[in-house]
């Protein structure tokens, strides 16, 4: 599925390349595809997790409403956060997109979620069930500040981040 309506990176890095006031941030180009759905936006939720899923499965699990979730994973290659089953949660739950920093597991199932799923790499450890973890955080990810109700677009040439949507 894809969302003609969507701005283009490149387009609202165009416009808004002069504005020296950290509202546009663009996430740094080291994150892979891994969802059926390559373009996707919407305002952002956050989980801030290390190497434990529980929040993520439990935002997956809950009403998406076209929202993507941005998940500050501390940028960890041991443990993937979202695997296929969660990803098809996303998918059936509404969800716009799912962003980790970190790793993502069952990529053939997750190849096949209409939903938009960007993640560093793939890893098949499973996590921990700590039950640990903050949502609704300001999180950096790869460097970047992400806040709850930012607004995150995303296509095939990168991320970016904003403070309201942009056009």
Do not use: Y
């Amino acid at each position: 599925m894809t969302i003609p309506s969507l701005p283009a990176t490149c387009d609202l890095c165009d416009t808004h390349k002069n504005d020296s006031s950290g509202s546009l941030r663009v996430l740094p180009p080291v994150f892979r595809d891994f969802g059926a759905v390559h373009r996707f936006a919407g305002p952002v939720v956050t989980v801030k997790c290390h190497e434990d899923n529980s929040l993520v499965k439990a935002m997956v699990d809950s009403p998406g409403e076209g929202r993507v979730l941005v998940v500050d994973g501390g940028a960890s290659l041991r443990r993937a956060l979202l695997g296929g089953n969660l990803g098809a949660a996303a998918a059936r739950n509404g969800w716009a997109g799912v962003v980790i920093d970190g790793c993502v597991r069952d990529v053939a199932e997750l190849a096949a979620c209409q939903v938009g799923i960007r993640a560093l790499a793939s890893m098949p450890m499973p996590t921990e069930k700590r039950n640990e973890g903050q949502r609704d955080v300001p999180v950096q990810v790869q460097g970047v500040w992400v806040r709850p109700g930012d607004w995150l677009c995303a296509d095939e040439d990168g991320m970016v981040v904003a403070d309201r949507p942009l056009a």
